[in-house]
């Protein structure tokens, strides 16, 4: 949006526009969601091994001199209570592997701690201990936890009811995608309520295009025939064009073909007259 900002292009300003309003709109709900009981969200940013606790070690989570409420200490508790009771859904014989890791020592060790009743006697809270004290890792979230489900059962169950996505919002999102296809940069100028229209148009034409395939399909073809249709107009491929920095477009000729190249004289003597 920095860049935004410098440009003079009409359509870049209108983009900027846009994003700004959007960047406000998330802003008013997203502060909705601190009303949602047991801090999901934040919860969800603790179980990115990208982010987890770091995310909110900035200052714009520093506790609030008004109310002196501090969202660190609170986030943490609330993972800390999923935690407890998610604990006891996971059968002992799963943490079992993970405990040892953390019972297991030697005699060398065992005479120079001394006494070990005041360690920490349940050792699957060093689940949760492991997690946060650990390196932050990028890559897929749902990978992650598949990865280190048995490393950490407990979490990559709350991991995975917590990161569900719902299947309601799949078309909503398919439908808000199609709008790339329709407020395309160079036709800019539509009005919003042209681009719902064409949107909605979009999608129910698509949905009788479907369901008149669905239809010849179960009454021409074969079982294995119609997986395999079905599979095929399922693949789509989309062709991102970039969006340049630069001031002007620059248009590209697609109709222009390289002239080909001369033969030399043993090919052209080996071609029919």
């Known amino acids: 949006m920095g860049q935004l900002r410098r440009k003079k292009v009409p359509w870049k300003q209108l983009m900027l526009s846009s994003l700004d309003a959007a960047k406000e709109k998330l802003k008013k709900y997203y502060g909705e969601t601190d009303g949602i009981e047991g801090n999901l969200y934040a919860i969800g940013t603790i179980l990115a091994p990208s982010s987890k606790m770091e995310f909110f070690s900035t200052s714009d989570w520093d506790p609030d001199p008004k109310t002196g409420k501090d969202y660190r200490k609170e986030y943490r508790e609330s993972l800390q209570s ?13 943490m079992q592997s993970d405990s040892q890791l953390f019972t297991t020592e030697s005699e060398l060790e065992k005479a120079l701690n001394g006494d070990s009743s005041q360690r920490l006697t349940a050792p699957q809270y060093d689940e949760l201990t492991k997690y946060l004290q650990s390196e932050t890792i990028k890559g897929s979230i749902r990978i992650f936890w598949k990865d280190h489900q048995r490393e950490f059962p407990i979490l990559a169950s709350i ?49 009788d295009i479907k369901e008149e395939q669905r239809l010849i399909l179960q009454e021409y073809l074969l079982d294995h025939e119609i997986a395999a249709s079905t599979e095929a107009l399922n693949v789509q491929t989309h062709a991102f064009e970039a969006i340049s920095d630069d001031e002007e477009d620059v248009e590209i000729r697609l109709d222009a073909t390289p002239d080909a190249p001369l033969l030399s004289v043993v090919a052209a003597g080996k071609r029919p007259a």
């Open 159 to 207: 991991a995975r009811d917590i990161m569900s996505i719902p299947a309601t919002g799949a078309g909503v999102e398919r439908l808000f995608n199609s709008a790339r296809d329709v407020c395309h940069y160079r036709r800019g100028s539509l009005n919003p309520e042209t681009v719902r229209d064409i949107m909605l148009y979009m999608c129910t034409t698509r949905f």
């Open 82 to 94: 999923f935690f407890e009771r998610y604990s006891q859904r996971i059968p002992s014989e799963m």
